[in-house]
């Protein structure tokens, strides 16, 4: 009876500790904006990730202790390679490759969650709708409630680059909608986070090519 109840009350204090720790932090984000930048030191308090066979940071990890090789052949859901390979690097129209590294379940967006009708979600760039899942995800393993961030000074700044699903809408333009340009325009992408929390900060999407991951 006796480890049952000191069981308990570890419990018990742990979360009270982990309730108090959450509160610091909401608070601190506050107090953020009456704080002078230079003055203010940097902390990373939250992350998420979306990487080829890696859903999650647990997988990531996983991946990186055991050297996991998460090159893939191209999968069906994504385009019939056979279509389009060939060993010939010179072939106009084809390509040489075979595999590739490919985030897993990318139609598999939560419109209604965020507040997105089935029509504009369809036309949504993919990278628009990890950034919606991610930045919620990175709060979360934060401890701070996304409502936390409403109304304050808060900046998004996102390093994207690439157009490949407004490129491919191209194709059928009979089937373009209001939603076409906002929801593939990579200038959006920083600025559809900034609406969804209502974050009153700076809203910038960087475009480097490939050092834009370094943002």
Aim: proline share 4%.
């Amino acid at each position: 009876r006796l480890t049952a109840e000191l069981a308990a009350a570890k419990a018990s204090a742990d979360k009270a500790t982990a309730e108090i720790a959450r509160a610091q932090r909401v608070a601190a984000l506050k107090s953020a904006e009456d704080t002078s930048a230079t003055k203010e030191p940097v902390a990373l308090v939250g992350m998420s990730c979306r990487f080829p066979g890696s859903p999650d940071m647990e997988a990531f990890w996983d991946v990186l202790m055991t050297r996991t090789d998460t090159i893939s052949d191209v999968p069906k859901v994504r385009w019939d390679n056979n279509e389009y390979y060939d060993a010939n690097m010179e072939a106009d129209g084809k390509i040489y490759i075979q595999q590739a590294g490919f985030v897993e379940d990318i139609d598999l967006f939560d419109a209604e969650f965020f507040g997105i009708s089935p029509r504009e979600a369809a036309i949504l760039d993919p990278q628009q709708r990890l950034l919606l899942e991610l930045s919620w995800e990175a709060m979360e393993h934060a401890g701070i409630p996304p409502s936390a961030f409403a109304g304050t000074n808060s900046a998004v700044y996102v390093g994207i680059s690439s157009l490949d699903y407004g490129t491919l809408t191209l194709d059928d333009l009979a089937g373009m909608t209001q939603h076409s340009m906002v929801g593939n325009a990579l200038s959006m992408a920083a600025n559809r986070l900034s609406y969804f929390y209502d974050l009153r900060g700076p809203s910038v999407a960087i475009d480097t090519a490939c050092s834009s991951s370094l943002v």
